[in-house]
């Protein structure tokens, strides 16, 4: 797979193969009592304790690293941040407790990845981008 001009090729998932899920935390966009948009960024946290970051990139690509989950913020009239384990608000909560079978990537030349599928025992979690916005679907 090509690499992103700006995020680079990130991590390859495949080291989530054999671990469980245990904890999905994520973070949304409010602006004032209007629905939550997102989720913007999503982290995996798995039996050992690493929490792997599903996002998208300023250029529309698809990032996907390990990092911690970052706390919420305020935008002033912009709305906020919230930053918040799920429970039921994104594909990934059925398949709390789960082990990873299997990951693919898929991606385009010249601008990286551009989707990640997650294979659990009950299914599977589809990560892409679609005009620079984070869309999960589960089936």
């Given at each position: 797979?090509?690499?992103?001009?700006l995020?680079?090729?990130?991590?390859f998932p495949?080291y989530?193969i054999?671990?469980?899920?245990?904890?999905?935390?994520a973070s949304?966009?409010r602006y004032?009592?209007?629905p939550?948009s997102g989720p913007?960024?999503v982290?995996?946290i798995?039996?050992?304790a690493?929490?792997?970051?599903?996002?998208?990139?300023?250029?529309?690509c698809?990032v996907v690293?390990?990092?911690d989950p970052?706390?919420?913020?305020?935008m002033?009239?912009?709305?906020?941040?919230?930053v918040?384990?799920?429970s039921g608000?994104?594909?990934?909560a059925g398949h709390?407790g789960?082990?990873?079978?299997?990951v693919?990537?898929?991606?385009?030349p010249?601008?990286?990845?551009?989707a990640?599928?997650?294979?659990?025992?009950?299914?599977t979690v589809r990560?892409?981008t679609?005009?620079?916005?984070l869309?999960l679907s589960?089936?």
């Amino acid at each position: 797979m090509s690499a992103c001009p700006l995020h680079g090729v990130g991590v390859f998932p495949g080291y989530l193969i054999g671990r469980r899920l245990e904890r999905v935390v994520a973070s949304w966009h409010r602006y004032g009592t209007e629905p939550p948009s997102g989720p913007l960024d999503v982290w995996l946290i798995d039996s050992e304790a690493v929490a792997t970051r599903v996002t998208t990139g300023s250029d529309w690509c698809l990032v996907v690293e390990t990092s911690d989950p970052r706390t919420g913020y305020d935008m002033a009239e912009s709305g906020r941040v919230e930053v918040a384990e799920t429970s039921g608000t994104t594909p990934f909560a059925g398949h709390i407790g789960e082990t990873v079978q299997a990951v693919s990537e898929e991606g385009a030349p010249g601008s990286g990845r551009t989707a990640l599928e997650i294979t659990f025992d009950s299914g599977t979690v589809r990560c892409e981008t679609w005009s620079g916005e984070l869309r999960l679907s589960g089936a």
